[in-house]
């Protein structure tokens, strides 16, 4: 079955950081690119960062640069968002992508005090 499955949402306190992860089945993991998307309550779903299909390349966006970090690892078939110094505004649900379009689930991330 083709499927993205994220992991690792939760309560977090600003500043404070937390690892999300996505686990692909059912493709050729390591021949796509893949990208995290968040989308906070009555705003649109927005590009956060996506990462080279071989892990050599990354993008951010500015709102999380130098704070987010995305990785994979082509052997497990999973990426990773290590995310830091956590703010309010990245409270959101954030997804999975693969372009095709294919998304996981979503997982909750709420950063509240």
């Known amino acids: 079955q083709v499927q993205l499955v994220e992991s690792g949402g939760g309560l977090v306190q600003p500043g404070g950081s937390l690892r999300l992860s996505c686990a692909a089945s059912?493709?050729?993991?390591?021949?796509?690119?893949m990208s995290w998307y968040r989308q906070a309550p009555g705003k649109e779903r927005e590009w956060v960062a996506s990462?080279?299909?071989?892990?050599?390349?990354?993008n951010y966006a500015v709102a999380v640069k130098g704070r987010f970090s995305i990785s994979r690892d082509n052997a497990k078939n999973t990426v990773n968002l290590q995310m830091d110094s956590l703010k309010f505004e990245d409270t959101a649900v954030y997804y999975c992508?693969?372009?095709?379009?294919?998304w996981g689930q979503g997982t909750q991330v709420t950063v509240s005090s």
């Open positions: 059912g493709f050729a993991f390591s021949l796509y690119e």
């Open positions: 990462i080279g299909a071989a892990g050599s390349w990354t």
């Open positions: 992508n693969r372009a095709g379009p294919l």
